[in-house]
């Protein structure tokens, strides 16, 4: 079987593979900024939990002072 391909064929394969490389790089910009939005939320929450817990360790010693 003769594979018979023409100059059109190349321009068309790189074309192709320009497409998909433009499409990769947006899903690895768009995977790039979740992974930072979630880091950040990550942080909050932990400055939160340490808020909360100091604040819980506080009432437990209002607490047991009585």
Request: overall charge negative.
């Amino acid at each position: 079987m003769d594979n018979k391909r023409g100059p059109n064929d190349l321009e068309q394969r790189i074309e192709d593979l320009e497409k998909q490389k433009e499409y990769l790089q947006g899903q690895c910009r768009k995977a790039g900024k979740t992974i930072v939005d979630q880091e950040i939320k990550i942080g909050t929450l932990i400055k939160d939990l340490d808020r909360v817990s100091e604040e819980r360790d506080n009432f437990q010693r209002m607490l047991g002072d009585r």
